[in-house]
């Protein structure tokens, strides 16, 4: 794969995201198997903040309860946002790389067998997971990185990225359960893929403290809402 770095400058522009302003750039990342996107931010050096992504309708545009996808993608964003800089591969590997309508299959299959979806995709004759991270990690050193922080629970990412010669240093990201079937979704992920998940000790070594994704934050005027006003406080003069 031939990564265009130069083209990056025809794409420079202001991203506004939760009141801050942030310069991206963005890069289209192809190869036989693959195909995704990288989006730049900032000024990028080694051992910036980094996140590998692979696409999720149903948790990042649906804002689904039954994953985690769309809510580590925001915590990956907002500390990137708060670095000043860091890099998002976003890769189009739907479902785990076999495509949407095989995530739906294996729900069905799922709610029909009592089965996490990885064994429902297995019991389909698909793959328990085909994503491949090998784009990714000759995307970033296209960029010219040796060193990352990788933002992510999935050791396959790491591994990934340190076969390709990029030095890995893992911050775990921690996420609030929406639901009983995100819970069994997450410990599937620890028991199936070895994921690292809050209740546990990470399968292997991380060099960061992890991350909790905050508070939803209120809006002005649902913040005013909530002010208990009363009376004035008036100064006694002596």
């Known amino acids: 794969m031939t990564t265009p770095v130069s083209s990056l400058a025809d794409t ?45 309708l149903y948790g990042e545009a649906l804002r689904s309860d039954d994953c985690d996808c769309g809510a580590e993608l925001d915590v990956a964003l907002d500390l990137i946002q708060a670095a000043g800089s860091g890099v998002l591969v976003y890769l189009e590997q739907e479902g785990r790389g076999v495509g949407l309508i095989a995530k739906a299959r294996g729900y069905r299959e799922s709610e029909r067998a009592g089965t996490d979806t990885f064994a429902s995709y297995e019991a389909l004759g698909y793959p328990a997971d085909a994503r491949t991270y090998d784009v990714a990690a000759q995307g970033l050193l296209a960029l010219g990185l040796q060193k990352v922080e990788l933002l992510t629970n999935n050791p396959a990412k790491r591994e990934a990225l340190e076969r390709a010669g990029i030095a890995v240093t893992v911050r775990p990201l921690h996420t609030r359960v929406l639901s009983e079937r995100a819970r069994d979704y997450l410990e599937a992920k620890r028991r199936r893929r070895q994921h690292w998940i809050p209740t546990d000790a990470p399968p292997w070594a991380v060099e960061s403290v992890p ?14 809402a909530l002010t208990v006003v009363g009376p004035p406080i008036v100064d006694e003069v002596a």
């Not at 991206?24 to 590998?52: I, K, M, P, Q, T």
């Not at 991350?211 to 005013?224: N, S």
């Open 211 to 224: 991350v909790i994704a905050p508070e939803p934050q209120l809006r002005p005027a649902e913040e005013a």
């Open 12 to 56: 420079d522009h202001r991203f506004t995201r939760k009141g801050h302003d942030l310069q991206v750039r963005v890069l289209d990342l192809a190869d036989d198997r693959e195909h995704g996107h990288l989006l730049v931010f900032g000024d990028v050096a080694d051992g910036c903040l980094v996140r590998v992504h692979s696409r999720c």
